[in-house]
């Protein structure tokens, strides 16, 4: 069982990574324009209407989906400190019953990287989520070499990923590559905001 303070540095994170996620998903998900005689024919704006409904489901459904295993993997690194122990990967790797099992092990090292990352938060002293960072890393360099082998195992992920996802190849390649530029960005940008 978590203490109360850890489950405030829980909440501090998973505030966070609720909010990259939203700012992830308006930077991926393409939002439809409407060409400006839209709005004169009423039912070709009802239309639009309907796609803006689809765009913000969208949106919700892409920050849900890239917050699942974010979830699984804070919740992995508070059983673990609770414990005493290592992070358990293998309860999550029985979950994940959709990913092929040649990503499995790209999956698995993602997940241990994040948990381990987030057992790093928990265990620092802080009370907003830049302090954790800034006492887990103590400086710009150590959080960067993080970001970078976060971002390279979440893109090789990804990148196994790609066979079993419907769609057209190129443009899922692309929506993957967008991902992980926009990742790389947000991440830049946190980081210049941390360590002021």
């Known amino acids: 069982m978590s203490t109360a303070t850890e489950t405030s540095k829980a909440t501090l994170i998973l505030d966070h990574e609720t909010l990259q996620a939203k700012q992830l998903a308006v930077a991926v998900v393409d939002k439809p324009v409407p060409p400006i005689w839209m709005i004169f024919v009423p039912v070709f704006f009802v239309f639009f209407a309907s796609k803006m409904r689809q765009y913000k489901n969208g949106l919700k459904d892409f920050s849900e989906n890239y917050l699942l295993s974010r979830r699984w993997a804070?919740?992995?690194?508070?059983?673990?400190?609770?414990?005493?122990?290592e992070v358990a990967v293998e309860p999550i790797l029985a979950r994940v019953k959709d990913i092929p099992s040649s990503a499995l092990p790209l999956y698995s090292s993602?997940?241990?990287?994040?948990?381990?990352?987030?057992?790093?938060l928990l265990l620092s002293p802080g009370t907003s989520y830049p302090m954790l960072v800034r006492a887990a890393?103590?400086?710009?360099?150590?959080?960067?070499?993080?970001?970078?082998?976060?971002?390279?195992?979440?893109?090789?992920?990804?990148?196994?990923l790609l066979p079993?996802?419907?769609?057209?190849?190129?443009?899922?390649?692309?929506?993957?590559?967008?991902?992980?530029?926009?990742?790389d960005e947000l991440r830049r940008e946190e980081l210049t905001e941390i360590f002021r």
């Open 110 to 120: 993602w997940f241990l990287l994040l948990a381990r990352h987030y057992q790093q």
């Open 74 to 85: 804070l919740n992995a690194a508070e059983e673990a400190i609770a414990g005493g122990g």
């Open 137 to 160: 890393y103590r400086n710009k360099a150590n959080y960067l070499l993080f970001c970078d082998r976060l971002g390279k195992s979440e893109t090789a992920l990804n990148r196994a």
């Open 164 to 183: 079993g996802i419907a769609g057209e190849q190129a443009e899922v390649e692309g929506v993957i590559d967008r991902m992980a530029q926009q990742i």
